[in-house]
């Protein structure tokens, strides 16, 4: 069993600038394993934002999102999603998604095997 923990979540002001944690801990993880950030707005499904893959770190940024970078640290088994210049429409709950048995991008919701609790963001214009 993998437990993922996000955090890093809270308010801004539109243009402000936020940085989400994730990290996956439970048992040992394979040396070849993806991550990702998914986000959810209530009414709608989870959206892709971010995606990154061990051991050669792959990482993908959604499309339209130029103003997020993610990054991850193997030893620590965590992964990083810094957001700038962070607009109203980016409000939503984000949810950190584990798959332990592929290194390819983690894109779609349906392909994580294990999900956090979601942490929110909430951009005030």
């Known amino acids: 069993q993998v437990q993922v923990t996000e955090s890093g979540g809270g308010s801004v002001q539109a243009g402000g600038s936020l940085r989400l944690s994730c990290a996956a801990s439970?048992?040992?993880?394979?040396?070849?394993?993806?991550m990702a950030w998914f986000r959810q707005v209530p009414g709608e499904g989870r959206e892709f934002v971010a995606t990154?893959?061990?051991?050669?770190?792959?990482p993908e940024v959604g499309s339209g999102e130029g103003r997020f970078t993610i990054a991850g640290d193997e030893h620590k088994n965590t992964m990083y999603l810094q957001m700038n210049n962070l607009k109203p429409e980016g409000t939503a709950i984000y949810y950190c998604?584990?798959?332990?048995?592929?290194?390819?991008?983690?894109?779609?919701?349906?392909?994580?095997?294990?999900w956090g609790r979601g942490t929110q963001v909430t951009v005030a214009s």
């Open positions: 990154i893959s061990w051991p050669n770190l792959s």
């Open positions: 439970g048992r040992t993880l394979p040396t070849y394993y993806s």
């Open positions: 998604g584990v798959d332990v048995h592929s290194a390819l991008p983690l894109g779609v919701p349906g392909a994580v095997e294990y």
